[in-house]
């Protein structure tokens, strides 16, 4: 698989494209610019665009839309420090097949890119919900539970016990930051616009009773391990 790798962090760089050629990836060029990105793929028509989610000065998104048009053949896949949703979506909108976080453990990058390759679209389990409710339509505990993260689904009992994003955060012990973005998160693969309307889908759901009996078994289960 041939890779043309394109980030603005140049430590980043160096270090992705060496665990990339550890497990049998060819970087065949590394971009520090939109500009030297667009030039590489031009030259090499590599597999896939590894594309940062920013560079300085450049809209990463505008390269994107530029490849995508340009050269059709050549995947692009967006990687990020953020799982903002809103991201995301740009990212989709704009013709990406995949979506990395940079926390994702490498080999699950590896399989991104690989999924990718075979023509599939890719995005790492925290957006694998992506648009996956279509408005009006009641989905099964089971969908939601593909939909939602454990986490995304802890937030959203909480939410529905009247809990704030504060109050969430220090509940779950996570940041402020990180209880936003999973409140987001959750609302954006629900396709909710609000918490009252995200509520409303979990309670006719049914999941709420099955993510709070998990819940306390969890915690049952720590408590055991710590005892």
């Known amino acids: 698989m041939r890779i043309v790798l394109g980030s603005d962090h ?6 992705m494209a060496d665990a990339l050629a550890r497990n049998g990836m060819t970087v065949v060029a590394c971009g520090m610019s939109g500009q030297e990105v667009l030039g590489a793929v031009a030259r090499y028509e590599p597999d896939i ?5 920013s560079f300085k000065g450049s809209s990463s998104l505008d390269v994107l839309r530029l490849i995508r048009k340009h050269y059709p053949a050549t995947k692009v896949v967006v990687f990020s420090d953020s799982a903002d949703p809103a991201e995301v979506s740009a990212a989709i909108d704009g013709g990406a097949a995949g979506f990395i976080s940079k926390e994702q453990h490498m080999s699950d990058v590896i399989r991104t890119l690989v999924r990718v390759r075979a023509g599939e679209q890719a995005f790492d389990d925290s957006h694998a919900g992506h648009e996956a409710r279509k408005p009006g339509v009641l989905v099964s505990p089971d969908c ?15 939410m529905m016990e009247g809990e704030s994003t504060k109050q969430i955060a220090r509940s779950l012990a996570i940041s402020l930051s990180t209880a936003r973005t999973h409140v987001q998160s959750a609302l954006v693969k629900l396709g909710a616009h609000s918490r009252l309307e995200a509520s409303s889908i979990v309670a006719r ?4 009773g099955e993510v709070g009996q998990f819940s306390l078994g969890q915690s049952a289960q720590a408590a055991a391990a710590s005892g």
């Open 205 to 208: 759901s049914g999941l709420l």
């Open 144 to 158: 939601l539970r593909r939909m939602l993260t454990f986490r995304e689904q802890e937030v959203l009992m909480l």
């Open 49 to 53: 665009c590894l594309l940062g989610a």
């Open 10 to 15: 140049r430590l980043f760089v160096d270090a």
